[in-house]
């Protein structure tokens, strides 16, 4: 939960530099509302993965019905998919961004620049293992079966 936070953090700062080069006249400003609109997203499931932490903390304490756990596998598949649309997004602004950004904008330094272009390229990593890790579950014929029974009522 820590690193949550610390994370929530960054990306404030992130934010707060997005916001102050928006009236920056040599970056796209397409690419950087996109990119705005991205970071908004990545605040709001960082907040929601620490409130998720919190339940996870107490959910021994609560008994939950079968349904919900049921339905649990089918919600972080679709969770999984909106990440991996998210990060492309994410991927493909950033370098939209970076290409069209001179290389003697002055208003665009910083080291939020640089954080964005590390997020980018670790997201797209991920996105590659994600790419994979998809196939595989689409591949594996136990888990096909398995994902067919599953019915949701």
Known sequence: ?????????ILYFVFQYLVRIQSCKCVD?????????VEEIY??????SILGSILLFFMP???????YVKKMGYITF????????????LIYNVY?????????????KGWQKYYLYLQAGS???LFILMIFALMYMLSDKKLYKGLKKFKLK
């Open 96 to 108: 939209k961004f970076g290409t069209n950004l001179p290389f003697d904008c002055r208003c665009a």
């Open 1 to 9: 939960m820590l690193t949550q936070i610390i994370s929530l953090i």
């Open 43 to 48: 605040i709001l499931l960082n907040l929601l």
């Open 61 to 67: 304490i609560m008994k939950l019905p079968d349904m």
């Open 78 to 89: 679709l969770y999984f998919l909106f990440i991996l649309f998210i990060d492309g997004f």
């Open 123 to 125: 997201m797209l990593f």
């Open 29 to 37: 400003q397409s690419a950087l509302e996109n990119i705005k609109i």
